[in-house]
């Protein structure tokens, strides 16, 4: 069965919906390398499909949630990911005990994003990587002192979410940019500048997906995307790493 869209979270299997799933799950497929043989924690899970797919390389993987639906999906759906449902600003782990966490899409949805950060070091090991990922305040919310996605509660920039990483006693904190690549430029140009601005303009609209637009949403893959260091303020995305000292 599919967990319903809330806004919240993004969902495979939905063709309206797979630019934004592709879009979060390119930043799995990135990061996956570097869980091989770890002991993963990913905190907010959602839907479940990241942390199965860090679980393919990962000794072993466990996926926290604070949404009761959505931690009854994963458990059900990825038997081969531990899940349990929680407060993220209380991670029911002993200290120390993480290789690797991992929080895609999350921290920009927390009241308490200092807390969290807190927690997510106390957990790992001595030299444990932290990986997180959000919307870029500078482009997602643009010109706006409050979130346009009512789901958030603080976005930030890169420069704020590395200084809130460092600032938790994280050390080689590195921030990276996901763009769109020349195939997604491609489809902006088709779609009036922006296939996202089309996409939300049917959402806020009528509801009536024009075929074109729908088959290229639907086409849309991670290949289509490009992470790196370049523009960071540009970017879409923010995707972080940062070791624990």
């Known amino acids: 069965m599919t967990l319903p869209l809330t806004g919240e979270r ?20 990135e990061l996956a390398p570097r869980c091989t043989g770890a002991t993963v924690l990913e905190a ?40 349990a449902r929680t407060n993220l600003v209380a991670l029911p782990v002993p200290d120390c005990a993480v290789d690797v966490v ?24 001595p030299g444990g990587t932290l990986f997180v990922s ?19 509660t603080r976005e930030l ?12 006693g994280f050390a080689d904190v590195e921030v990276l940019g996901l763009h769109h690549g020349p195939r997604l430029r491609a489809l902006d140009a088709a779609h009036g500048g922006s ?6 303009a049917v959402v806020l609209g009528d509801g ?5 637009l729908l088959r290229d949403v639907e086409s849309v893959r991670c290949a289509d995307f490009d992470l790196g260091a370049d523009e960071i303020d540009a970017s879409l995305d923010l995707v972080l790493s940062a070791r624990r000292a």
């Open 102 to 125: 991992v929080s895609l899409q999350v921290i920009e949805h927390l009241w308490d994003q200092d807390g969290f950060l807190r927690e997510c070091r106390r957990v790992l090991r």
């Open 157 to 168: 920039s890169g420069a704020e979410l590395g200084g809130l990483v460092a600032d938790a």
């Open 208 to 212: 009536i997906w024009p075929g074109a």
């Open 44 to 83: 907010g899970c959602g839907e479940g499909y990241g942390a199965d797919l860090l679980a393919g390389v990962a000794r072993r993987v466990l996926a926290l949630d604070y949404d009761a639906q959505a931690a009854a999906h994963a458990a059900r759906r990825y038997p081969r990911i531990g899940v």
């Open 134 to 152: 959000t919307p870029n305040r500078i482009t997602f919310s643009p010109g706006r002192d409050t979130p346009l996605n009512p789901f958030h």
């Open 10 to 29: 993004t969902v495979p299997g939905i063709a309206e919906e797979n630019y934004w799933f592709r879009r979060h799950e390119v930043v799995y497929e």
């Open 195 to 200: 296939i996202v601005e089309a996409q939300t």
